[in-house]
């Protein structure tokens, strides 16, 4: 990162093996608010309670970064240019306690159980007014995690859904830990 200010974990998503921590004050010790990337927690909270399918489709009329807005618009292609209006959408539909539970479940809230000292367990708010839930799904505003919490999120993305905890090891006598 040179004289960036950042972090870097790569993590292997089948495992939880954490093979590279770059820079782990920031990465480990700090949380910070994950924007878009939050999107992914409300689009697989509204594809399991049923709320959305993938062909789901919402008109982006504005009120997004596309000045225009995207128009009609589907879950592949929201993630895809990150529509902020399609993600209020499905929040405000399946409301905050949906939310804050699929972010629970995908490792956000808590520490990681990473195995190194002084985690962060990161921030997600005991309650959202309704009217706000929109703009949280959207932007995640009141949430925070570390890169870890989100190395985590995007593994079980990547894997079907199994999150693990992270682990700092060698490939000798290795064992997943599925949480």
Known sequence: LGTLQGSVVAMDPH????IAV??????VEHAYQP???FKVVVAMAGLSEGVITPQ???N???GCWLWPGHGPI?????LAVSCNPYFEWVGE???????????RLLGLGTPSGLNLNQETGGVLPPYVRPERVGHLSSHAKG?????????????ATINGGIVYTPQLAGQAGFVPRPR
């Open 15 to 18: 495992s939880g093996s954490v």
């Open 22 to 27: 770059v820079n782990p004050s920031l990465g």
């Open 35 to 37: 924007c878009s990337v």
């Open 56 to 58: 789901s489709r919402y």
């Open 60 to 62: 982006c009329a504005g």
């Open 74 to 78: 589907d879950l592949r292609r929201a």
């Open 93 to 103: 539909r399946l409301g905050y306690g949906k939310v804050q539970h699929y972010a």
């Open 143 to 155: 949430v925070a995690t570390s890169a870890v919490q989100l190395g985590v999120l995007i593994s």
